[in-house]
Each structure stands twice: as C-alpha cells, then as structure tokens.
C-alpha cells in the first residue's frame, strides 16, 4: 500500500500495451510456479503466528508445563469470572481476600469516584484488559506501593482544607471559584476526581479581585491546600491501579489452578507461553524442528503491522537460523496501519528489523501501484503523510 497513480479503470495506452506484452511472459512464470507448488505441496505451509505457534507447543508441551492433548480455548472471558467470582466468595470467610477487595471498592467508590451496588461487571473489565495486556506485552505489572492508601488519605486531607474556604472566602473572591466551592463540598465529604478540581488551582495565590487581602490565614490554607492537591496528582500517576494489580494477580492464581485442572490455555497466552521455552532455554531451533517432524527455510509474512514484538521474538530464531542457511524471509505490510494498533503492532518493528536483520543483506522496497483505491484518495493519503 502507499501510493498509487493510476486509479481503477483509468489505465493509459501505453501501460495497457506494456501489460500486453508482458502478459505471455508473466502466464509462463505464473504456471510454472504453480506446478512447482503442487508437486512440492507437502513442503508449503500457510498459517496464522498464532497457529504455529500452537503446533510448536504441541511439540513441546510437557516443557512449559503442558500436557500434550491440552486444549486451546478462545475465549477466555467465563475463567475470568470464575475467577473473581470464587475471589469474592472466599471474602466471607478469608481476610486477605477481605481487604483485597476492600481495596478495589475503595478504589471504585472513592478514588475513581464510580458509583453503582453492583461493581463486580467493572472488575471483570479490568482483570480482561490486563490478561490481554500482559500476554501481547509480555510484561508483568509493577506496583508503585501503597499508593492507594496514601492517595485517600490526601484525598480526605484536601476536604478538609476546602471546607474551612467556603465559609471565609472574602468579599471580592472570583465567582466562578466561589461557586465551585460551594459546589464541591456539597458533593464531596469523602472522596474526589481531580478532574472535578477547578483550574483557577493552578494560581499561585488565592483567586480574588486585584487589589483584595485575602489575609494570612486563607493563604496559608490556599498554599497548603495546593500543595496536597500537587501530591493527589502525583500518586494517582504513580499508584492508583495498585487495587487492580492487586486483583489481577490473585485472579491470576486462582485462573491458573482451573486451567490446570482442565489442560486449557488461551488464544492469548500462545506467544507468552513460547516465549518462555526460549527465554528459559528449554528448546533449541534444531529440537523444535525435530519435534515439529519439519525445517522451515523460506518464510513469508503478511499484514506485519499487526505484528507484535512478542510473536516476532518467538519467531525470531528460527527466521535467523534460515537466512544464515541460505534460506529468506519476506515480510510485507502497510506501517501507517500500525497506528491502529492491533494486538500491540507497532510500526517501530518494521524498522528494528532492518537493523536486527541487517548482516543478511536486507532489501527494502515500495509498493507504488494500489488497485483498491481511486486516486482523490491516494493523492490525498500521500499528502498526509508526507507532511
């Protein structure tokens, strides 16, 4: 994809006439290779990362954990709920998942400033969004501490700095200010979203009209309460999902007894299970080749944008271990459609490849011809993008 300058049905003479005559050259080609598919069809493979990166574990299950016939589910949406709903019955009866999810409530009532009876559908969210997240980035999630504690006691403390303003906000305070207090402490006698904080905060000094005094003691408060609100800002930055890491990793332990139990891993885990037989060292690129009865040497992979850095680093070994064999690899993709970020694609994977695989003579090229789109829209992609 890129740029393209005929659009459909708008081919010049003088290409049609190269077509032409390129066509009995091109048909000759075009057969040959297709004969020479159909009677080496047992060496052609055509799949999805996630697919083969299923057969490899089927190879090597037993090193990462795995039974040789577990079973591959898609959707791992009814683990996850059973997961935090046997969280949340074990509350009754169990301190620690008492006060973990205490937390999380704290966290949704107060911190968040969610409101709702039922909140167990958000934390469902919350544990998907970090299973996917962790199995696209590979990573675990760091806490910052105790954060969340900190952060509600601040919370508190600003309130209590506010409440004594609404009663001695001189005469000549700003309106607007005036009115937002009044308003927050009606509203708020516990917890607060920053975004609720009126942005005449940002003043250095008490907002009232040139010329007022505003005295001593509503300025100390006015500093101090500025000073709280900057350390609110700060720890929500640093540890205000701490209650959802702390959720996540118990989810995590209990999902992990049931997968187990049951010899199931999820689509997502695929590429984080591989990876670790060759972070940990447990398989060489021979044995996999042995255990998967093949030897790949030419490898072809399309819509690489959505590629991620994991899939890639699975894949990686084994793409080296043929280029330095003679074999290749070709790779094609659109990297402006990376921006969509699908799966944790990233455009920047295009160029680190160049740069990883630059030993092998890496050769770089431009498709300029597009036969989807008419050229108003190529003209102005091509625009866009080279401003």
């Known amino acids: 994809s890129g740029g393209g300058h005929e659009p459909d049905g708008e081919i010049s003479a003088r290409m049609r006439g190269r077509n032409i005559a390129a066509k009995p050259e091109a048909a000759r080609t075009a057969h040959r290779l297709m004969e020479e598919l159909i009677r080496q069809y047992h060496f052609f493979q ?15 299950a ?28 074990a509350s009754g009866r169990d301190a620690a998942s008492r006060r973990l999810l205490t937390g999380m409530v704290r966290q949704y009532l107060f911190l968040e400033n969610r409101t709702g009876w039922f909140p167990k559908k958000d934390f469902l969210a919350v544990l998907k969004v970090l299973f996917a997240h962790q199995n696209i980035y590979q990573k675990g999630f760091i806490k910052y501490g105790d954060g969340a504690q900190d952060l509600f006691a601040m919370k508190q403390k600003f309130i209590a700095l506010v409440e004594p303003m609404r009663h001695s906000a001189p005469e ?19 917890g607060f979203d920053v975004d609720d904080v009126s942005t005449l905060w940002t003043r250095d000094d008490f907002p009232v009209t040139k010329g007022k005094d505003v005295g001593p003691r509503l300025q100390r408060l006015w500093d101090e309460a500025r000073w709280c609100l900057q350390a609110i800002v700060r720890l929500e930055a640093y540890g205000i999902f701490d209650a959802h ?29 591989a990876r670790a037989l060759f972070d940990d060292g447990l398989v060489t690129v021979e044995e996999l080749y042995y255990r998967l009865a093949a030897r790949f040497r030419h490898y072809l992979i399309d819509e690489f944008q959505d590629t991620n850095s994991g899939q890639w680093a699975n894949l990686s070994m084994m793409v080296e271990e043929a280029l330095s064999t003679g074999g290749t690899l070709f790779y094609v993709g659109d990297k402006k459609q990376a921006i969509y970020g699908f799966r944790g694609g990233k455009s920047e994977l295009f160029d680190r490849l160049q ?33």
């Open 355 to 387: 740069d990883d695989l630059s030993p092998f003579n890496v050769v770089l090229e431009t498709l300029t011809g597009n036969y989807r789109s008419h050229r108003h829209i190529v003209d102005f992609n091509n625009r866009i993008f080279a401003v």
């Open 62 to 89: 037993f090193k990462v954990g795995l039974s040789a016939r577990f079973k591959l589910r898609r959707n791992s949406s009814d683990y996850l709920e059973l997961a935090l709903d046997e969280i949340i019955a």
């Open 46 to 60: 055509v799949q999805t990362i996630d697919s083969f990166m299923n057969a490899l574990l089927s190879g090597c």
């Open 172 to 190: 000549g305070t700003h309106n607007q200010f005036r009115g937002w207090l009044e308003d927050f402490c009606t509203r708020h006698t516990v």
């Open 245 to 273: 890491i702390d959720l996540f990793d118990r989810a995590m332990g209990v999902l992990k007894t049931h997968q187990v139990k049951d010899d199931v891993l999820f689509l997502e885990q695929l590429n984080s299970k």
